[in-house]
């Protein structure tokens, strides 16, 4: 997602269009912005009053107060799939969240979705494993198939 335009570049571009001396096109270009941002920007101020952009809303934010209690639970059952954390968790809470937010929230703690090291990718289920720090210990390696 790309940021907002800076305040003082805005400003610039209202103060140039109300001297009357350029085109629109003409002020895009030299401020390199589109030619819709400029007509945005004057139709706010002349609508609104307003040359500063809108405040963010901010997203919602998801698991804020549960996240302690997702990390117990996924440090306690690693290998739990996204149904069994979201059982836990509201038995824990009395909060339902969706999978799609828990594992976000996981990925955000530093829980990774992994499959088993040692089974077929084909009879595995999605799992979840702590990403391990620089210097730590590798895997165990699989025992051998028979």
Known sequence: MSRAYSRDLRERVLRACAVGTE??????????VSEATVSD???QEREDGR?????????RVMLAGDLPILDA??????????????R???KCTGRHHSSPA???A???????????LCTPAST?????RRIARRGARPNPPCPPRT
Request: positive net charge; proline residues 3%; contains cysteine.
């Open 73 to 86: 639970v996924a440090a306690e059952h690693p290998g739990a799939q996204l149904a069994e954390y979201a």
């Open 124 to 128: 595995s289920a999605p799992m979840f």
């Open 102 to 104: 828990l594992c976000r």
């Open 88 to 90: 836990l968790v509201e």
């Open 51 to 59: 040359q500063e952009a809108k405040a963010h809303a901010g997203g």
């Open 41 to 43: 920007w004057r139709k």
């Open 23 to 32: 085109t629109q096109a003409s002020i895009a270009r030299r401020f390199e």
């Open 106 to 116: 996981l990925q955000r703690l530093g829980w990774r979705r992994k499959k088993s």
